[in-house]
């Protein structure tokens, strides 16, 4: 029964039942309040004439009310329940809804021909990540691919991708897990066109800093090494041992690290990225000043959560690139890659051996890599609102886009090098279980990078940026 037919019908009902009294006037509101006008005084008679319909009347509107409540709450939707894994729609919120599908919200499915390159066709992959040249033996880990929920990500497109460049540059800057990144790209790209690497133009360290040109595109591939973001260098200056996972490490985090943030004002499109490296024991200084640290053990200096400064050495980023006058380029936030070490921590026989992916659901971030996750994410949102805004005041903002990897990414325990990473510092092989093979994954990465760089996807990401 529907509430416009059941209104209509007590109104009729109300008419007919009191249009033999004559000497009182009644005024029926559909919400169900009825007002008595008195025209003369009432005998007993009258009164019970009048008493016996008004009854009905109230109780046909409480029946009424109950009916209409009823059927208003079956009509409303259900809530919209996320499962752990939707890490995005847990701090954009309904702002953030999509109009159109989120490719970063999916799961892997199997798909035998998922592989674009191989360590014979793309010989700059480093052997770090090279699991095939070091005989790993099972390749099912080639064969899934990301599959969005509600639509499709486009594979990826090396003649689009250098279109979309031609005459331009593009830069990544963060630790060896975006210089993963950055390879996996350039080994995409190096089956329609051969770059030629131009690093030591510019620098002696030719493993931490990489430029690659592709002459027949004019463009420039690069990666600036600043695992920190921010200015950082050993405690000691004996440190020792290329900054050793345990050695303490000293951060400015008002500073931008300058290997990057002097270089960086002439590029189109910047992919930022940190992580892992802010596991290690910090010192953190503000204004030249110390300020406390993270796991030093020193004495008399005040602990300070790694979170603190995670977070401020992406707001010193953001705020560097917004305020370098000749910067007009994309900036994109990579978001967090969590590692996948079982059996123990990764300096105590920890390791990745499996071979296949977790599927929906079956695995969620741990705890600490959560607040890395939203650390980052709510910095970015707060300089996307600071971008928002200059606009607003006809005032030039930035461009900025966020690649979501960190949900594709926690999925795929089985796309890392385990025992058969190679570390470019020593002759020696350790279980990473933080870098990706080549190919392996980390290859769906770029897949998201060309989806956001495509025209009408970089319109629609500048239109869901608004700030309500």
């Known amino acids: ?26 005024k029926i509101h559909i919400s169900g309040a009825v007002e008595l006008q008195r025209s003369a005084k009432l005998t007993p008679q009258k009164r019970d004439i009048i008493l016996t319909p008004t009854l009905v009347l109230l109780v046909l ?15 409303q939707p259900a809530p919209t329940l996320y499962p752990h894994g939707r890490l995005r729609s847990q701090f954009f919120g309904s702002r953030e809804e999509p109009k159109k599908c989120d490719v970063f919200q999916g799961q892997w499915v199997p798909y035998p021909n998922a592989t674009y ?31 969005p929920d509600g639509c499709e990500l486009p594979p990826f497109d090396a003649l689009e991708f250098l279109d979309i460049v031609k005459g331009k540059s593009v830069g990544f800057v963060g630790d060896s897990v975006g210089r993963n990144q950055m390879q996996s790209l350039l080994c995409l790209l190096s089956g329609v066109s051969k770059p030629e690497d131009i690093t030591l133009r510019y620098t002696t360290d030719a493993i931490n800093f990489k430029r690659w040109f592709f002459t027949d595109y004019n463009f420039t591939l690069a ?61 953190f200084y503000e204004n030249g000043q110390l300020i406390g640290c993270s796991s030093c053990g020193l004495d008399n200096v005040t602990e300070i959560s790694r979170f603190y400064g995670y977070r401020m050495a992406f707001r010193t980023t953001f705020q560097t690139l917004m305020g370098i006058k000749g910067y007009e380029g994309v900036t994109f936030l990579r978001t967090f890659s969590a590692d996948h070490f079982e059996n123990g921590p990764w300096n105590d026989g920890g ?20 607040e890395f996750y939203k650390t980052q994410v709510e910095e970015f949102r707060a300089i996307e609102r600071e971008s928002y805004m200059l606009r607003r005041r006809k005032i030039k903002g930035h461009k900025l886009r966020l690649l979501d990897t960190t949900e594709a990414s926690l999925m795929r325990p089985d796309g890392h090098p385990n025992a058969l990473g190679h570390s470019p510092h020593k002759n020696a092989s350790f279980n990473d279980c933080v870098h990706w093979c080549m190919p392996g994954p980390i290859d769906t990465w770029n897949e998201f990078l060309l989806e956001s760089m495509r025209p009408q996807e970089s319109a629609a ?3 869901s940026s608004r700030i309500d």
């Open 461 to 463: 990401m500048m239109e």
């Open 61 to 75: 509107i409480s029946l009424y009310l109950f009916m209409d409540s009823s059927i208003r709450l079956l009509r």
């Open 117 to 147: 390159y191989t360590n014979e066709t793309c010989p700059m992959i480093s052997d770090q990540q090279n699991c095939l040249k070091f005989g790993r033996p099972d390749i099912e880990f080639l064969q899934w691919r990301w599959r």
């Open 351 to 370: 390791n990745c051996i499996r071979t296949r992916p977790f599927g929906k659901g079956e695995v969620k971030l741990k705890m600490y890599d959560y």
């Open 223 to 283: 990666a600036f090494w600043a695992p920190f973001l921010v200015r950082a260098k050993d405690w000691t200056e004996d440190g020792g041992g290329g900054h050793a996972r345990s050695i303490l490490m000293s951060l400015h985090l008002d500073e931008p690290e300058p290997s990057w943030a002097t270089e960086i004002e002439g590029f189109d499109y910047v992919i930022i990225s940190a992580g892992q490296w802010f596991y290690r024991p910090m010192v």
């Open 1 to 26: 029964m529907s509430s416009p037919w059941l209104a209509s019908f007590l109104q009729k009902l109300v008419i007919q039942s009191l249009s033999p009294i004559t000497s009182t006037t009644m």
